[in-house]
């Protein structure tokens, strides 16, 4: 399919969803409106409120709220990730002693962890940041455990035959290795970076765009609430553009590094 | 050609390896191999698929230490890793992650050579490899025949006394394999170095090399033959087959080699 095409094609499935969602929530249908405004809203209040937040500015700093936590949870969480990580496969026996632990925490739905979070860290950004961390590090942490482990062992030995001390070959081979493996998640973790922070500010804070819907839920403004779903929904969509490109540039050794087709 | 000289670059005496099996037990796949190679000397070591060969080469390589026997690289015991070889592995053993040129670079630069340098020299090494224009490609943008020669840049950067080769052209198709054998003998030519280049095709063992090992069918593989290999240099692969001396002496080979041949087939198929 051309490209162009299939671009017409996506934007005529917003078109009718949007269409749908305003003729059902507007007119009767056999004298009942299937869509109750009170529950559904509709797209022009929706509009209306989306603009308004960016006409009058206040979503801007909601924005860079979320935006601030998210980075700082995906910069510590792969930190963490890539030094554990790193530690445990280079270690077994370290990562043996800690196995169940590692599962445990893991297996743990991190949501439980919030208010713990907050009331150890308040209620600024930092508890959000905490959360994201929990989720971002385990991803990190997998992947580079197992980039780590599963070097090949022709690429090894021949390092080892072209004269690299232990250094050289962290630095020349595990390191990349584990590096390549951590960069294919990167979509996966910087998803859950902003998962940690939306949820935390819904849980509890005092700014970011999870409190702009906790917000709005609160007075029953269900515009608000779809309103800042759909920021949050572009801010998403923009933020896996900016990794693609960065990954495109990382990955550019590899074949067949990301799949074109949708 | 071949002198015994007192120091050969490679001396194996009476060496078996054993490997510990998960199930307990062990695994023996070479025992008591003795060979030598002098230095400037191109050795083929010959055997059934699963003789053990390639883990001899390993052992010369220093990268498996045999279990019994004496392993001398130029007259003193071989200690870690063999810092006097460069090996040609058979499966893929660039950096993925490197470009062509970074790879053949990374020898010299890990042993402390100036970057620049280090690249200077490796763009040469691409360039007499007919790669020149090839530097800055990722290994999986290359061919099957441009990685092997990428590798053997890679190795040959170095300047290694001894060559060790582990199949190196098996995953290639017929024609790159003869170019890749005849490029292989026209840098050999400059300046010999000792090789063992392990392989299970007789032809291309008598076609490159002056002696050729036989190596019985595992486990427990032992050699069983070696010959000199009477057929003068500088050779062309393709040409030399067509001679009369390389076929009788791939005929007396073949005699001692295909009985070895169906019986590591046979325990290969009997696992």
């Known amino acids: 399919m051309p490209r162009s095409r299939l671009i ?4 005529l499935v917003a078109i009718i969803a949007i269409a749908l969602w305003h003729l059902l929530s507007t007119y009767p249908v056999f004298g009942k409106i299937l869509l109750p405004p ?11 409120q989306i603009i308004a937040w960016f006409v009058s500015g206040v979503i801007w700093k909601h924005l860079w709220v979320t935006l601030i936590e998210s980075i700082l949870a995906f910069v510590l969480g792969s930190i ?11 270690q077994p026996r370290v990562a043996a002693v800690f196995d169940p632990y590692v599962k ?51 690429v090894l030995a021949n390092a080892r035959m072209l004269g690299m001390s232990e250094r050289q070959l962290l630095r020349h081979v595990y390191w990349p290795s584990a590096l390549s493996w951590m960069f294919s998640s990167l979509h996966t973790s910087v ?58 540039r990382l990955l550019v050794w590899r074949p067949l590094a990301i799949p074109d087709e949708v | 050609m071949a002198e015994n000289a007192a120091k050969p670059a490679v001396g194996l005496s009476d060496v078996s390896i054993a490997f ?36 001899l080469l390993n052992v010369t390589a220093g990268l498996v230490a045999p279990s019994a026997g004496r392993v001398d690289i130029f ?26 040129l970074e790879n053949v670079a990374i020898g010299p630069e890990t042993s402390g050579m100036p970057s620049a340098e280090a690249r200077a020299r490796a763009q040469g090494w691409l360039t007499r490899m007919g790669l020149g224009a090839f530097g800055d490609r990722y ?38 394999r003869q170019i890749m054998g005849n490029l292989l003998l026209d840098l050999w030519s400059g300046d010999r170095k000792a090789v063992l280049f392990v392989t299970h095709d007789l032809e291309e063992a008598i076609a490159l090399s002056d002696r050729v090992v036989i190596m019985s069918a595992g486990p427990a593989a032992r050699v069983i033959g070696d010959w000199r290999v009477p057929l003068a240099r500088p050779r062309d692969i393709s040409e030399i087959k067509l001679d009369h001396a390389f076929h009788e002496l791939h005929r007396d080979i073949w005699h001692t080699l295909k009985a070895e041949v169906i019986k590591g087939y046979a325990q290969s198929e009997g696992t």
């Open chain 1, 191 to 248: 998803g859950f970076a902003v998962v940690g922070a939306v949820v935390g500010e819904y849980l509890g804070s005092a700014a970011g765009l999870g409190y702009l819907i906790q917000q709005a839920e609160g007075v029953f403004d269900v515009a608000g609430v779809f309103a800042g779903m759909f920021v949050l929904a572009a801010f998403v969509i923009v933020i896996d553009a900016v990794v693609s490109m960065v990954e495109k």
């Open chain 2, 75 to 100: 007259g003193s015991p071989i200690a870690a890793v063999n810092r006097q070889a460069g090996y040609l592995f058979q499966a893929d053993a660039l950096f993925p992650w490197k470009t062509a």
């Open chain 1, 80 to 90: 963490g990730g890539v030094l554990i990580g790193f530690w445990f496969a280079r």
């Open chain 2, 20 to 55: 510990r099996l998960a199930s307990g037990g062990t695994y023996t796949a070479v025992e008591r191999a003795t060979l030598r190679i002098a230095d400037g000397e191109f050795v083929a070591l010959v055997g059934p698929t699963g003789c053990g060969k390639s883990t």
């Open chain 1, 104 to 154: 445990m925490i893991n297996a743990l739905p991190r949501v439980v962890l919030a208010p713990i979070f907050t009331l150890w860290l308040g209620l600024g950004i930092w508890s959000k940041v905490a959360l994201g961390v929990t989720l971002v590090f385990f991803i990190v942490f997998f992947n580079v455990y197992q980039g780590v482990k599963e070097v090949s062992p022709t």
């Open chain 1, 38 to 48: 009170f529950f559904f809203s509709n797209p022009l209040d929706v509009a209306q």
């Open chain 1, 8 to 11: 017409a094609l996506q934007i």
């Open chain 2, 139 to 176: 290994p999986h943008m290359l061919s099957g025949g441009q990685r092997k020669r990428v590798g053997l840049a890679q190795v040959l950067i170095r300047n290694p006394k001894i060559l060790l080769m582990d199949e190196p052209f098996g995953p290639l198709d017929a024609q790159t």
